[in-house]
């Protein structure tokens, strides 16, 4: 295989596993074969994802989790017969690495997809990918920045103003929640986070007792922790990734501020109890669109992940991953069917997602029109205890923000 300064691997996914990856990406940038090549007759989609640097353990999750759902598809005999070859592209999440990493993806490698990219370098490809007419599911970036028309970006994730919403609903409904803080980032995250707390609790006729805003980079929120416990609220919405939200977490903890915690699906991550221990249990729920890892609906997810070395299927990556190939697995089998049974065009795979529903055991009640571009539809709550996540409150559909 040629050298190239962004790592990428082509294999086909029956005999693939985690580790195979990694060694074949090592060996690909050393300029070595990866013993993999698509056929004419495969389908061909793209991972953008971090493979190296900073973030490349959530990178390689992710793949494990489209591997997981791609591995379940060819063991099954393909679409209409035709084998999924994955290609991954490592753009380390880094948004000046990414316009080059969609080009290799789209002009060499010739992918029918792109999926797995996150917020910031979605958005830097998505003037490019709309010109190509390449279809993008991101494994994250629930934000209308990537479905800004014209796109070619379709949302498995709701948006996150929606997830801050569903957890509001929850905390006042079933909690009784009257006191309402909100803490959040200036950023794609952050802001819709905010906007969907604002609306939600207008419709109960409240208002925030605070709106505190801290840094996705800071390393102490001490002071915003503070304003937090001065307003006297007894429930704070945060919602952003371990990393980013602990911040905020610790610093409360630190004063003796222990509200209840209201979050959604990136907070849910094993990453939590490990950094705070059990000092949130029972205090801390989380909106998703996710079926609990153990759950029947989850069942193939669980299986495939497990055959694959490494793959964690209570992690919710690995998962994210497993619905954005889902989903591409939906928009491709219908693109297969109109084209005769034949491979499709990158084109005809993007047309097929105008109108398309899906409705699987893992994503439900999507409906992708081409005006129409966010994610599911419905959500559960899930609560944390002695360090497990459970589920609290089965699907419902998400609040209307009108």
Not at 226 to 233: C, E, G, I, M, V
Request: with cysteine; aromatic share 6%.
């Amino acid at each position: 295989m040629t050298t190239h300064s962004t790592r990428r691997h082509r294999a086909r996914l029956v005999t693939m596993t985690s580790l195979v990856a990694t060694a074949a990406l090592a060996l690909a940038a050393c300029g070595g074969d990866s013993g993999g090549s698509g056929g004419s007759d495969d389908i061909v989609v793209g991972a953008m994802v971090a493979m190296t640097g900073p973030n490349s353990s959530e990178g390689q999750t992710n793949i494990n989790g489209q591997l997981a759902r791609f591995n379940q598809v060819n063991e099954e005999g393909g679409i209409d017969g035709h084998e999924i070859v994955l290609e991954i592209g490592d753009d380390q999440l880094d948004p000046a690495k990414a316009p080059g990493v969609a080009r290799q993806l789209v002009e060499s490698d010739e992918v029918l997809a792109i999926l797995g990219a996150g917020s910031a370098d979605s958005y830097a490809v998505l003037p490019y990918l709309a010109q190509k007419k390449v279809l993008a599911i991101p494994g994250g970036g629930a934000t209308s920045l990537i479905t800004e028309s014209p796109t070619s970006y379709r949302q498995v994730i709701p948006g996150y103003d929606l997830l801050a919403a569903a957890s509001v609903r929850y905390a006042v409904e079933e909690l009784g929640a009257e006191r309402v803080a909100i803490a959040y980032t200036p950023d794609a995250v952050g802001e819709p986070t905010r906007d969907g707390a604002e609306a939600m609790l207008a419709q109960y006729d409240l208002e925030p007792v605070a709106e505190v805003e801290f840094s996705a980079t800071a390393t102490n929120a001490s002071s915003q922790a503070a304003k937090l416990k001065a307003a006297d609220a007894d429930f704070v919405v945060l919602i952003h990734t371990p990393a980013v939200s602990t911040v905020m977490i610790k610093a409360a903890e630190q004063i003796g501020f222990k509200p209840t915690w209201l979050s959604a699906f990136p907070l849910a991550q094993t990453a939590v109890p490990e950094i705070m221990g059990n000092v949130l249990d029972g205090r801390i729920f989380f909106s998703t669109h996710k079926p609990m890892p153990d759950s029947e609906d989850a069942a193939d997810f669980k299986k495939y992940c497990d055959q694959i070395d490494g793959c964690d299927y209570t992690n919710g990556t690995t998962m994210t991953g497993y619905l954005a190939a889902d989903a591409f697995v939906e928009a491709v089998t219908a693109a297969v069917e109109a084209n005769d049974g034949e491979v499709p065009s990158p084109e005809q795979v993007l047309a097929a997602t105008d109108g398309l529903s899906i409705d699987t055991p893992v994503n439900k009640g999507i409906t992708w029109t081409s005006d129409q571009f966010t994610g599911a539809t419905q959500a559960q709550m899930m609560g944390l205890k002695n360090g497990v996540y459970s589920s609290v409150e089965d699907f419902q559909p998400l609040p209307d923000l009108g």
